[in-house]
């Protein structure tokens, strides 16, 4: 190869970015990197998305509570047992039988609110406890679990066997008014 021809060569490469060596300023390509505040923006934007796809997907299992924990959604029915243990732990018992059945006994510190009420009482029901939906055998407490749901109640379960099994059980019930 000749000088002149290297000469041209030398030229073309010094002119051509990608053969010159990597400088604060450029890349290889010839771009400039984004500053450190556009990085820093890049973060805090994927951040934020990442935060509401949390909100959103746990979003579902928010309940309206004092501490604005989320809350595993409660079973559709619960046993005796276990709605024996949420009323100790302070859960409202729904009782939605009617007043006679209510008078000859029932669930000491419940609630009577008819089932074919219950649509138009919403307002005596607690949104801020879990509810426990009691009848006689466990058909129509499933009935006023799902007017409570639909209304927005989410804390909500039906007993299963109703109150012929709390009986059954050996827990308390009472009489009268």
């Avoid at 002149?4 to 290889?28: F, Y």
């Avoid at 559709?76 to 939605?96: C, H, N, P, T």
């Avoid at 029932?106 to 089932?115: A, E, K, R, Y």
Wanted: one cysteine or more.
């Amino acid at each position: 190869m000749s000088k002149k021809s290297q000469k041209t060569n030398l030229k073309k490469a010094a002119s051509n970015p990608a053969s010159q060596p990597a400088s604060r300023s450029t890349t290889r390509a010839g771009i400039k990197p984004a500053s450190k505040s556009a990085s820093k923006n890049i973060y805090w934007m994927l951040g934020a998305l990442v935060l509401i796809a949390v909100l959103i997907t746990g979003g579902v299992l928010l309940s309206p509570n004092t501490s604005g924990a989320a809350t595993a959604a409660m079973p559709k029915e619960i046993s005796v047992q276990e709605a024996y243990a949420m009323r100790q732990d302070g859960a409202f018992i729904l009782d939605v039988r009617q007043p006679e059945e209510w008078e000859e006994y029932h669930i000491p510190g419940s609630t009577l609110i008819p089932l074919g009420e219950l649509e138009t009482r919403l307002d005596e029901v607690p949104k801020d406890k879990e509810i426990v939906v009691v009848c006689r055998s466990g058909n129509r407490s499933q009935q006023g679990r799902d007017i409570l749901a639909s209304a927005g109640f989410t804390q909500v379960t039906s007993m299963a066997g109703g109150l012929k099994d709390w009986r059954s059980n050996g827990y308390e019930t009472v009489s009268g008014p």
